[in-house]
């Protein structure tokens, strides 16, 4: 039976799931072990180069730096939304021995891919240190550690699946889209929208995790959520009619959707719903972030509902940073940036431009926005499952081939070919 309140995170990720690129590094080395110079310096890597995601690292930054004056922080992030960009160029560095001090994890399954693949320290020591465990909710720790140990900090909780409307296009087509009529529901408010002459979908999948992210909203609406996390324990199969119906749900959107779809980011997509282009926007509320740090204003220009379904899931998306288990620049700036992180005044500052909530309940969320109120209290109350989109749910290696069978099916719609290559995953790389 499904606890509601219960953060259902696969980690049904085989040493087989091992990282894209495994550096053929030894075991972990003890966070701090570094084999470089001074601490005046401090090298991280993030995907954050939008407007909203800059201006939130850089409330890490100042926060690190205050805490460390003098110490100079090179911010080398790597554009592309979702990372995909930034990982390759991380486990080339990895590969070479010349890793940053740090960089962006989603925890679960991408964390437990770079554990297996020995490229992340243990942080279990400040973790104790901290009581850190003690300050968020029991599962969003969890999601930090592998095999009871923590090598990662968590910064904050994204929720994937929201829907981002324009007021104005949906009420000149006078639709009104209510998540309880589920997906059947809101495919035929997009076609209203389309008979009254504006296209229904703006989508940005030139990052293929955008449209990943709008397949895998459909499949957890249409299947549950009890399902969508048996999916990864091989318990429940890509084959179930509920998928199917998904990726049949997944083809009518895509064609309601702006054409030259896969030539824009998500941030472009967001703010063309926003600037009235279209109806909707499917974008985890890192978009939230976008849109305020582009001047839009929340109800007037957009609003939301959560993704229409029976009820009410929440796709878990977390940030947060590890350092490296070998091979680190500077091993004590590296951890001042992990514990810079766990200040419950940075995590609020960084989710009011981020969109995000804070992982530290002991942050203050009261001057937070409606929409990040909303956000909270379905973390608290709704069914909490965990993103492949991301790769929390599952290892790098099931999460690439998603991504790839995404990609593949934008281009061919074969429903077939899409659930022979996730079954085939399912059974060798789970
Ligand atoms: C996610 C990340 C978010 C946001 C988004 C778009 O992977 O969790 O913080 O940055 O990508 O780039």
Known sequence: MRAPNKLRISLAVTAAASLIAVTGCSANAPAGSSTGGGSDK???????????????????????????????????????????????ALAARLQAGSPPDAWQVHP????????????????TDLWTEGNWASQMPKDVAEAQQVDGKYYTVPIGVHRGNVLWTNPSVLSKANV??????????????????????TTPVCLGDKDIFASAQLLESL????????????????????????????LADYKAILSLANKDHSAITWDEAAKKM????????????????????????????????????????????GDGFSIPANNIPHAEAARTWVKTLMDPKIQTEFAAKKGSIPAVTSADISGLSAYQQEAAKSLASGA??????????????????????VS????????????????QAQKTQL
Request: aromatic residues 10%; glycine residues 12%.
């Open 108 to 123: 679960a399954g991408q964390l437990k891919s770079y554990v297996d693949g020995g490229q992340v320290a243990d942080l």
């Open 42 to 88: 401090l090298e991280i890597t993030s995907w954050w180069t939008s407007g909203s995601e800059a201006d939130a690292l850089n409330v890490l930054i100042d926060g690190v730096k205050k805490s460390s004056p003098g110490l100079s922080v090179d911010n080398a992030a790597v554009s592309g939304g979702g990372g995909a960009n930034a990982r390759q």
């Open 176 to 197: 009104k889209i209510d998540p309880a009529a589920g997906v059947d529901g809101l495919i035929s408010s997009l076609k209203q929208v389309q008979a009254s002459g």
């Open 408 to 423: 593949t099916f934008n281009g061919s719609s074969n429903i077939d070919a899409f659930i022979a290559s996730m079954t």
């Open 219 to 246: 499949i957890m609406s249409r299947a549950g959520a009890d399902n969508w996390t048996k999916l990864f324990t091989n318990e429940y199969s890509f084959d179930a009619p509920e998928v199917k119906q998904a």
């Open 274 to 317: 926003a600037d009235g282009d279209c109806a909707v926007n499917l974008m985890g509320d890192w978009a939230y972030g976008e849109l305020l740090n582009a001047g839009k204003k929340p109800g007037q220009d957009f609003a939301w509902v959560s993704f229409p379904g029976k009820e009410d899931i929440f796709d878990y998306v």
């Open 384 to 405: 909490v499952v965990s993103s492949l989109a991301h790769a929390q749910a599952a290892g790098a290696e099931f999460a690439q081939t998603y991504a790839d069978a």
